[in-house]
């Protein structure tokens, strides 16, 4: 992501302009090493990526996840 791009989307969710849906969406583009009950590795697909930010807490953690990385990983105060 560029930083235009990283900078619009942080402006967009700052001013709840995106909703978090549609945030973690974005941000999830894909993913490694996921697998299903079996240990078999799960191909990303948008379906499934839908499927899995439908259970909570996924998507928070991905939006949270997110804002952490960008932040330089500071860590925050409980």
Do not use: C
């Amino acid at each position: 992501m560029s930083q235009t791009e990283l900078d619009a989307l942080i402006a967009q969710s700052t001013a709840k302009e995106i909703d978090d849906n549609d945030l973690a969406t974005t941000l999830l583009i894909g993913w490694d090493e996921v697998t299903d009950a079996a240990g078999e590795p799960i191909e990303f697909s948008p379906a499934l990526r839908d499927k899995l930010l439908d259970i909570y807490p996924v998507r928070p953690s991905v939006i949270s996840a997110w804002f952490e990385s960008i932040s330089g990983g500071a860590k925050r105060k409980n």
